[in-house]
Structure formats: C-alpha cells, structure tokens
C-alpha cells in the first residue's frame, strides 16, 4: 500500500464536517468514535511539506474575521461575483447588505454548505466556465488568499482575461495576497530558491488537499509580492489601482478595467 | 518531485513547538509569519487515510486528563517505567506524588522538552535497548493508547518478553487501549477487512507520522480488542489481571507477571 488518498471533492467534505461541528445536525469526526474533534484541513506541498490547520475559520462570523476582510468587503459595489466562495462566509454578509452576490466554486460539497447556510445565488464551475452562462460583474471578489486562484505566469493571463469577459465597463477585482518573502525560514525560502531553478515564481506552491480518505489532485496555487502581481497584469485588460498592506504581509490588491 | 518527506524526529520537532506555544518561549508556528496557529499532529495511514489533530494534550495537565488516564496513575506503585514518555504529563504527576519515574523515548526531541519541563529520570531507547542497562521496575506504563507499541502479533511476544527481563517480582503493566471493532465508518471496517485478508489484525495499522518537512518512516500501531489482547498475552510470562472499560471504547488493561 502507498499511502496515496483517493481523489474526491477534498473541500465539500471538509466543510460538510465543519458545518455539522458547527450546527451539531449530522455525523461529527469523533476520536474513537466518542470524543468530538475538530476539523483539521491539511495541505500538502510538493517538497514534503505538510501542514494542518483548523478549518472552522472557513464558517467563521464577521466578528472573528482579519481586519483585512472587512475592508475588502467594503469596496464592494454593484453585482459581485465571489470567486471561490467556500462555505459563503463573505457571501452570507454582502447579501444581509443588500449586495447582488453570485458565489462560484468548483466544490458541489462547498455549494451545498453554501444553500444550506443561505447563500442564494450560487454557480458550480471555473471563472472559464462561468463566462458562458451570460452574467456581467461590477465586482469580482478573490478573498481568503484566493489570489492564488491565478497560479502563476502561464494562468494568470487566462485567468484575468476570463474576468475580463465577465466584466461590466468600470469593474473591479478585489484580491486578497501574501507576500511570501519575509520569511528567513529554510523550509520556505529553500522552496522559493527551488522553484525560481524550475522556472516557476518563487511562492507558486504546488499543493495538494487532503482529508480522511479524499486527497484533491496537484495543483499550482500563488503566493506572490506586489511587485510580482503587478508584473502578471501588465498587458492584461486590468490595471493594478490600489494596494492596502497595513496587515503586512497580507495585501489587498484592487485591479480596474484598464482604458 | 513526489511530495514524500525527509525522515527526521517528527514526534520531537512537534513537542518543541507545543511546548513553545505553551510557554511563549522560542520560536512559534505561525501563518504567514504573522498569526499565531495551533501545533497539528498529522497521521497517515497506508491506505491513504489522513488525520490531523491539535498536539497541545501531549502537555495537559491533570485538569484537562480524561478519567482513564487518573485511574491508570492511581494503579501504579513502586519503581515504574513510564514507556513512550512524550512531553512527560504523565511522569510529572507521579513525580510530584513521590513515585519513582523512569521516562523512556525514541525521541530525542520528546526527552528534551520532558527535561525542560522537569522531568528528572529520563532513557533513550526502546525497551529492548534498556534491558542491558540493568534498572528493574514494578510498573509498567503504557498510556496515551501506548499499548499500540506491541505492534501485532510479530511483535507483541518479544516486547512482553522485553518488559518481563526488566521486571521486579510482581510487576505490573497499565495500558491503554482503544477496541477500534465498534465503528460503522466504511473507512475504518473496509480497512480492517484488508488487515485481515494480508494476515494482519484487524487494527494493525500502518502509520506513520508527519511535521512540516518531517516524517517517520511506516510503522505498525495495533489498536485491538481486549479479546485480542488476551490472545497476544496467552503464553508469554504475563497475565492479562484485569480489564477496566468504563469508558468504553477505551480500556485500561493490567497484566501482571504469572508465576
């Protein structure tokens, strides 16, 4: 036997679990079948490196969220579309706004947590997928580090002009980021060395999720500097308007329809 | 590149952490570099399966115990070897009660943090290693599930041989184990189906632990019922005394030195 997890929808499982913890309707995680324990996330990355964090911050309320999530929120105007929506944290509050907010994931697990909780309006797919369907932005929300959604240099230009598509005249993306660089840690900055050999960016982490039995397959996810994010947008339909960097390293980047 | 880790003292590297968190001395883990976040043990097994848990109980104190954990302590008498020592819980408590305690490890990393927390009496080493060294004991303790150390059947008779050539006349083992039989999770009877098609027990398992960049290599862990137990115990110089499962699933089993 390997070791190797079986590949299945990572995400809806793990907030499934978090949802039941949280309301205590449906089967919990239990240690030995009769303690409760909590729902841990885990990321591999391609190097080895492994890390668990808790997984209820994904369902947490306004008053627990980083200051930098609700600033982001407060730039929100007109039609929003909550790219990765997860279990509709960001979602469940602009619609208790009065915002018109559509919540996207490529999760079916994390679009039912979604309904359940309350979200409305709710999409299943990829931002490529979505342009089809028709419906136009003002807004385009990537919070919760989902800047990474970008991937690196190869995506990024794909990804941004499939915003673009989706983009009513005037529209912004609001991004939220980590600068992987401040650390002098040997574990990260030997992986960021390693990548730049590869020919990759320095924090283009390749990951992969697990939980209980389910593992997600390779992916590409960035973490990148400012400098970096504005080096990736050039020659795209956007232009790179603000950054808000008071929670250093954490950024809130905010893209425009460029002319 | 594969994802595997680098093998390394992943059971030490954790405890120092936790301890760090407890403590607010040395470095901490964090996200980002920025927010503080808990110290998460992470478990494979050889079917894929995965699990995360908060490590921060390695160093509970008595308040936090669950109720098996006080009655095993209030079992022990005379010299006791406290096998699989970890960050010392266990090993304090009867320290200050006046017992003489003996803390045994493999890992390096899990006596330092036992020596930093005042534990006095420490070994590095397996039991086998610790036979030569000539110390005798009344008491054998096997807590935090640490019955799982006899393996399998492989195993079991050479480490009950091994505690028996350290024992004093009338000797003691309290361990804890878990009857892993009472579950329905598909994940965990489908698991102990293929245990018993490759000639395993049923909760043999196939482990091993991870930490950052850190892994051990694959081990066997055996959870068993207590009927499997008194199978491995048959023939060897110990009885199996007494069964305590009131908090079933887990049990406290004592044996005792026959003859």
Redesign the interface.
Known sequence: ??????IGDVFGELLRDVLAVQTGIGPRPM?????P??V???I???????????AAHYLAGPAEW?PYDHRAVDRVRGETLDIGVGAGRIALLLQERGVPVTGLDTSLGALKVCRRRGVRDLVHGTIDEHVADGRRYDTFLLLGNNLGLIEGRDRASAFLAALAALARPGAQVIAHG?DPY??TDP?HTGYHELNRRRGRLGGQL?L?L????L?TG?FDYLVCSVAELADLVRGTPWRLADVDDR?A??YLATLTLAG
């Open positions: 036997m390997t070791g190797e997890p079986r240690a030995g079948g009769r303690l324990r909590p841990i996330e885990i591999e990355r391609d190097d080895g490196l492994i890390n668990g964090a808790p980083q980590t401040g650390t574990v390749r992969r697990r939980y209980r039995e593992g390779w929670d390293p954490y």
